[in-house]
């Protein structure tokens, strides 16, 4: 993680050994995978990424106690997960870029892809049996409203269009799920009261959609440079994301009617329909979401003693306003 921006290093500082070790056995699995199966591909770039969730994880139990060195595996089971997840949407997306570098399905193509993120899942299962019954609950209740958001955000986009609240509820799923089992099972590993859980839930219930809409307007406002990844991915692949919804229901009836009609027959070009959000004010409307998630999220943790891990968290809430990748 020394590539981070220096921040994000800041933020992380308080739980640095636990994040350390957790990417020395997070590499381990990856490697693991591709001597067992003689895979050619580079393992390094899926520990890149900021791994949001373990920091998360780690911060939050410092909320109850001190971190527990113990708990590693958790963090690795919930990166297995996420890592699983960005593996499965780079073969639905037809995407061959992931951190600036080959993704897997461009290195393996897609069935060995689907199968890697497959045994990934697998492999989190079968670490979780190891432990008490709580914490494989959490992860499984996450991976089925990942799975479940995934299939609703298929069906709605086959109507040409998704309603506000069918879009928070599918990023509730995709992104929200897992911050907020990263959230439980840190009360959960660190004994805390259920008063104490359900508020680390809600914390990472509202730090994963202020995430995601972040995502959403950094497909607009993002360098694909510094993303990684091209800029207009989701309008490209037909997503509705919450700018797009936004700037929507600005639009006289009519003009949305014909909106919806175009997208549905693919026929509205990506310049219009980028055109039709920045008029319609879309991106000051999502900025004014995102607003209001981050709030909420740094409510959840203010709600808990001061301390150093309080102070991380809240300057996490800010970094992600202002990320650029």
């Known amino acids: 993680m020394n590539s981070l921006h220096p921040v994000f290093s800041d933020i992380i500082r308080p739980v640095r050994p636990f994040i350390n ?114 914490y494989i609950m959490h992860l499984s209740n996450a991976i089925m409203h990942m799975i479940r958001s995934e299939l609703e955000q298929a069906i709605y ?25 990263a959230g439980a099972l840190a009360g959960y590993a660190t004994g805390a009261l259920e008063n104490q859980i359900q508020q680390l839930r ?16 950094l497909d607009f406002t993002g360098s694909s440079t510094k993303m990684g ?15 797009m919804i936004r700037a929507f229901h600005e639009l006289p009836e009519r003009d949305q009617q014909y909106f919806q009609q175009q997208v549905m027959a693919d026929e509205v070009s990506q310049d219009e329909l980028i055109q039709m959000i920045y008029n319609q004010r879309g991106i000051e409307k999502t900025l004014s979401d995102l607003d209001e998630c981050s709030q909420k999220a740094r409510q959840a943790v203010l709600d808990f003693p001061e301390s150093k891990y309080r102070f991380a968290l809240q300057r996490m809430i800010d970094y992600n306003k202002d990320r650029h990748s």
């Open 157 to 181: 986009e086959k109507t040409g269009h998704i309603e506000e609240e069918n879009y928070f509820s599918i990023i509730n799923g995709k992104t929200g799920a897992l911050f907020e089992a």
């Open 202 to 217: 809600r914390f990472g219930h509202h730090f994963g959609l202020a995430f995601q809409i972040k995502d959403d307007l």
């Open 229 to 243: 990844k091209p800029v207009y991915q989701d309008i490209q692949g037909g997503r509705w994301t919450l700018p």
């Open 21 to 134: 070790a957790f990417q020395i056995a997070f590499q381990k699995e990856f490697e693991s995978i591709k001597t067992t199966y003689g895979l050619d591909f580079d393992t390094r770039h899926f520990n890149k990424g900021k791994h949001l969730r373990p920091v998360l994880f780690f911060l939050c139990q410092g909320l109850i106690n001190k971190p527990k060195k113990n708990t590693v595996d958790v963090a690795v089971m919930l990166e297995l997960i996420h890592t699983a997840s960005l593996i499965h949407d780079d073969v639905i997306d037809k995407s061959h870029k992931r951190r600036g570098q080959k993704s897997l399905n461009a290195a393996l193509g897609n069935h060995f892809s689907v199968l890697v993120g497959d045994y990934m899942i697998a492999r989190m299962m079968m670490m979780g049996s190891s432990r008490e019954n709580g």
